[in-house]
Structure formats: structure tokens, C-alpha cells
């Protein structure tokens, strides 16, 4: 069964430090993943996905179909940067119908 | 544009009670999904609709239910309350695509319903 795993629930780190979270799938298909993130008294909002391959907000993320891993990392993180993360594995369910599976998030916290 | 609303915001009930909770999408999207979002279990997924059909389902016992009406507007209905439903239910809006398109569309997330129920 597909399954989302983000090993860390708390990851502290000190302005300017770099930053990584990780991310870890299973799924036996071709993926297609997700970083959302919700900042504090703020609804879930999407970050990035792998497939546009792009840079929001300085933050990063490669698929690693070897190591089934899609990792968030930003060279130098910043106090805004402060939020609850959360990895996502969409899933066709046929019908032209997707559902998300989530990881359970990381709350990532940057000391200032 | 408006983002995805729900009301109402908070809500308290007790068990045996039923609840119905009530999702406004972004203008001209068709399609809803529902996630119920707890402590525990995290982020899960109850339902999707599209164009007032239900075209998927979650893991979740039948005392979960939804609709959605020709505006896209939808609910959900959790019947015969127990102490476990007391969750963050979220629901997400994205423009969808019929069955003979395979195309992921961004979903839109709303503020979300709090539940607790006693």
C-alpha cells in the first residue's frame, strides 16, 4: 500500500543553518509528490512539487526514485520559515479522481 | 478570487449526534475532497466529488457520508458521533477533470471544521 513517511515530528535549526526535511514513499507506480506547508493560524498551502522542478521561497526538493525519497532543503533557513510541513504522494484513482496521501509532518522550527 | 470556505468553523457535539459540515469551493472549480486531520492519525482522505458524483472513498466506516450540489457546494455528514471523530475536517477544492482526462490539478485547501465531540 502507498505510504508517506516523514521520520522527524520536530526539527529545530538556527537562522542562517541549512535545512533539510525528509521525506520517504512507497508506492509502486510512477510518483508524483508534494511539499504543503501551513504557517501558523494559516490554512495548508501547497510549496512545491516535484514535477514543475522549481524554487519557492529558497526551498528545494528532488524525487529520488532509487532511495523513494523527496527531501526539502533550503541552503539557509529563515525565522519565516518557521511551519508545520507536510509530504504528499498523489494517488490516480481512476475516473479522472486524485486523492493525497500525507506524511504526518515535520514542524520545523528556526531559532533566531 | 475567494479561497475555499467552511462553515461553520467550530462545532461541539455530543456522542450519538450527527453533524453536517458544509464546503464552499473556489469559484469554477468541480471538484471537492474532504480530509478529516487528527493528532494521531494525521491527514486522511474521506472522500472526493466531482460534478455531484462521488468518485472515490477513503477508508472510512458508512457513517461517513457526502454530497455535493450542482453549484459544486458540498457537505458532509458524520452520523451516530463517537469520541474518535473529534478531528480538524478539512476540505479542498481543485478544478478537476472528467474521467477521460488524466490531469492532476491543484487542490485548494480551506480553514477547516473543528469537531469535538463529548
Known amino acids: 500500500a502507498q505510504r508517506v513517511t516523514q521520520p522527524e515530528k520536530l526539527l529545530s535549526v538556527f537562522k542562517g543553518a541549512p535545512v533539510e526535511l525528509k521525506c520517504n514513499y512507497s508506492?509502486?507506480?510512477?510518483?508524483?509528490l508534494f511539499w504543503y506547508v501551513q504557517y501558523s493560524r494559516q490554512r495548508l498551502q501547497l510549496l512545491l512539487r516535484?514535477?514543475s522542478r522549481e524554487s519557492i521561497k529558497g526551498f528545494t526538493a528532488d524525487l529520488n526514485k532509487g532511495e523513494t525519497s523527496f527531501h526539502l532543503k533550503k541552503p539557509f533557513a529563515q525565522e519565516e520559515d518557521s511551519a508545520m510541513y507536510y509530504c504528499?504522494?498523489?494517488?490516480?484513482?481512476?475516473?479522472?479522481?486524485?486523492?493525497?496521501?500525507f506524511g504526518k509532518g515535520t514542524k520545523l522550527s528556526v531559532i533566531p | 478570487k475567494a479561497g475555499v470556505t467552511q462553515t461553520p468553523r467550530y462545532l461541539i457535539k455530543t456522542r450519538g449526534q450527527q453533524v453536517t459540515l458544509s464546503c464552499s469551493p473556489i469559484?469554477?472549480?468541480?471538484?471537492v475532497s474532504w480530509y478529516q486531520q487528527t493528532p494521531g492519525q494525521g491527514l486522511q482522505f474521506l472522500f472526493e466529488?466531482?460534478?455531484?458524483?462521488?468518485?472515490n472513498k477513503g477508508n472510512f466506516p458508512g457513517r461517513f457520508s457526502g454530497r455535493q450540489f450542482s453549484n459544486s457546494r458540498s457537505e458532509m455528514n458524520v452520523s451516530t458521533l463517537e469520541l474518535g471523530d473529534s478531528a480538524l475536517y478539512l476540505c479542498?477544492?481543485?478544478?478537476?477533470?472528467?474521467?477521460?482526462?488524466?490531469?492532476?490539478?491543484?487542490?485548494?485547501f480551506g480553514p477547516g471544521t473543528r469537531l469535538t465531540v463529548l
Open positions: 469559484s469554477g472549480h468541480r471538484s
Open positions: 466529488y466531482f460534478s455531484e458524483t462521488q468518485r
Open positions: 516535484h514535477i
Open positions: 508506492y509502486s507506480g510512477s510518483p508524483e
Open positions: 504528499a504522494l498523489s494517488l490516480y484513482s481512476g475516473a479522472g479522481s486524485y486523492q493525497l496521501t
Open positions: 479542498a477544492s481543485s478544478f478537476g477533470t472528467s474521467g477521460r482526462v488524466r490531469r492532476y490539478n491543484e487542490q485548494f
